[in-house]
């Protein structure tokens, strides 16, 4: 069965037949490809109608722009994001478990989450550089992150052993987890410009420097 995509806000309705759903998901998809592999300015509509297997008009009864497609899939992937996050507080909730392993899996869901999507990530951090309303966007979507994980924490800041007040303890922990990853989007393997190993060993790192903060 097709996963239900849900189209911008600002434009367009839902598809209800599964025709139009199907196509929905070609543009969508083929965008995405496109979209990591030559970035935003370098893909064009035709080109994403050609690699989608429709036509122009099937793609403006969708989409009233690339950019309203952007935007769309930006949401699309932050949606996927919370999901996981969302997963995660039912299991560690479900399972009473430790902050340190709340800490250790909530860095290994963010890593491992941008790793399958790295330059699709990569190009919304980019934007939100230098495009003030995307990064109010992007911020949102960090901040939907951080009001899931941060009751988590604070449900077992007991186990804080430092002398920092474990309020702002978590806050720095969660400062720092969103900094080493968007650092190792941009950077991913690129050690001559970081100084950091990336992949396993930068979860490891991270995640450790998380614990030791928080004293545990």
């Known amino acids: 069965m097709l996963q239900t995509i849900y189209l911008d806000q600002d434009y367009g309705r839902t598809p209800q037949q599964n025709r139009s759903r199907q196509t929905l998901t070609r543009i969508v998809q083929a965008a995405e490809a496109l979209f990591a592999e030559r970035g935003y300015d370098g893909t064009t509509v035709n080109q994403i109608v050609n690699k989608a297997r429709c036509s122009v008009g099937g793609f ?9 497609l952007f935007l769309h899939i930006h949401d699309r992937q932050c949606d996927l994001l919370i999901k996981r996050v969302n997963f995660l507080g039912d299991l560690v909730r479900a399972e009473n ?6 800490v250790r899996q909530s860095v290994r869901t963010l890593f491992l989450f941008a790793g399958q999507r790295r330059e699709l990530t990569r190009m919304f951090i980019q934007r939100s550089g230098v495009d003030g309303e ?6 949102r979507t960090w901040g939907r ?29 969660l400062q720092l987890m969103h900094s080493l990853w968007a650092n190792d989007v941009l950077h991913h393997k690129m ?5 950091q190993e990336t992949g396993e060993a930068l979860i490891n790192d991270l995640t450790n420097t998380c614990l030791a903060w928080l004293g545990l």
């Open 60 to 68: 403006y009864a969708r989409f009233k722009d690339k950019e309203s």
């Open 97 to 102: 478990a430790s902050l340190e392993t709340v």
């Open 134 to 139: 995307f990064h109010a966007r992007y911020a």
């Open 145 to 173: 992150v951080r009001d899931r994980l941060r009751p988590i924490m604070l449900a077992r800041k007991n186990e804080i052993q430092t002398g920092t007040d474990p309020i702002r303890a978590i806050d720095f922990t």
């Open 191 to 195: 050690k001559d410009i970081t100084g």
